[in-house]
């Protein structure tokens, strides 16, 4: 293929991502959601303007480790230690539940598989994109409703959070544990080892940045400092750990979460992930997406991983938020505020794609979840809070 077909590819892409972005707005959807409508459109499924290629797939890996930096980045330390212990429970819940219920799904429709064969971790995998909440729909939801900063409200937000943070520790161990020359063992030391590092390395670089934050306040070398980190903890955590190169960005982006320049750091990554890198991720999902291999029995499966995904989540964090002593509709409110799913999942997707635990067609799963539990969850948060109104009216006469 001549090397300037990228730059055609490129703006077909870029175009077709915003316009579709656009439309998913419009109808109340995520905008990621139109961005990989528009990687099936223009990709050979459908009209075949852009074909996958080797440019293509490693400008999509560069979009996914900024995306996760920027994800480190809006971490708040400061919430996620106020409501810890609480939002860690629930949390912890809603990672199992789904992860379980997952993996039995895909064993429900392709057999059981035994412990440790390639069937196994596939059906784990699957459980493993389950785990992942994307906040943003609820967040939204509840700053219309006034209702974020409110004991349920952060409660939400700080076990998305620490969710993200949990099912990303859970994919570096499914991913490690499939290579065939791995041991368990091995891949537990070799993770604990990462996390041993990255407490080290974050420690010295968080005050160097602090540092050079102090004295050049609010310049772009911050940013391209900031970036550079970034890059450099994903092709280490890849290289000299065996630990997803996501893994590396969400950790660089933590560390860097509390200096003072840190919304101006993400600010300036979300400007690369918005104006190239986030619509090349997202639409090559669509173009990797094989809908012409979509048959009545990977429909039901996604009819299925749609229900499971959602009554999951809704049974995990809201029995532990019970147990955590909130009130019935208060737990019912923060299952519900945490099934939706979005970039996270999708990115796990795209890293299962790579280790060979998934194949294209799944991403239609994956895709009809993030549409479903996108437009769903506001709907049912604002039926939930609107039976908190009507009882305190019921109080009132």
């Known amino acids: 293929m001549e090397s300037y077909i990228m730059f055609k590819n490129l703006a077909i892409i870029i175009v077709a991502a915003k316009i579709c972005g656009i439309a998913a707005r419009k ?9 990989i409508i528009a990687g099936l459109l223009i990709g050979p499924s459908m009209l075949g303007w852009v074909e996958q290629s080797d440019f293509l797939i490693q400008l999509a890996e560069v979009g996914v480790v900024l995306l996760m930096f920027s994800a480190g980045l809006e971490t708040d330390l400061k919430d996620l230690v106020k409501t810890g212990p609480i939002a860690t429970l629930i949390a912890c819940a809603g990672v199992f539940i789904p992860l379980v219920c997952g993996a039995l799904l895909y064993m429900a429709f392709y057999g059981v598989a035994p412990w440790g064969s390639e069937e196994f971790y596939k059906a784990v995998f699957v459980g493993t994109i389950l785990t992942a909440t994307s906040v943003s729909i609820t967040v939204e939801s509840l700053k219309e409703m006034g209702k974020l900063k409110g004991h349920v409200g952060t409660t939400i937000l700080s076990a998305a959070i620490i969710d993200d943070i949990i099912g990303i520790i859970v994919l570096t161990f499914v991913i490690g544990f499939k290579s065939p020359d791995s041991k368990p063992i091995t891949v537990l030391v070799h993770t604990v080892l990462f996390f041993v590092f990255a407490i080290v390395t974050g420690f010295v670089f968080y005050k160097l940045f602090q540092y050079v934050d102090n004295k050049y306040p609010h310049t772009r070398r911050i940013p391209i400092l900031g970036l550079a980190f970034c890059l450099a903890m994903a092709y280490i955590a890849e290289k000299y750990f065996g630990i997803a190169d996501i893994t590396g960005a969400y950790v660089a982006g933590i560390i860097l979460c509390s200096i003072r320049d840190s919304k101006y750091i993400a600010e ?35 009819i299925a991983f749609v229900a499971v995904g959602l009554i999951s989540k809704i049974i995990g964090c809201g029995m532990m938020a019970r147990i955590c002593k909130f009130n019935g509709l208060d737990s019912l409110k923060i299952g519900v505020g945490m099934m939706t799913r979005g970039e996270v999942a999708l990115i796990v997707a795209q890293k299962g794609l790579s280790a060979g635990l998934l194949t294209p067609v799944y991403f239609t799963s994956v895709i009809f979840l993030i549409i479903v539990s996108s437009i769903s969850t506001p709907i049912i948060l604002k039926i939930l809070y609107a039976k908190d109104t009507s009882v305190l009216n019921r109080v009132g006469e």
């Open 268 to 302: 300036k990554m979300d400007i690369n992930s918005y104006m190239l890198f986030g619509p090349v991720f997202f639409a090559s999902i669509g173009l990797k997406t094989n809908v012409e291999s979509v048959n009545m029995s990977i429909l039901v499966f996604s």
């Open 27 to 35: 109808c109340k959807a995520p905008q990621v959601v139109g961005e």
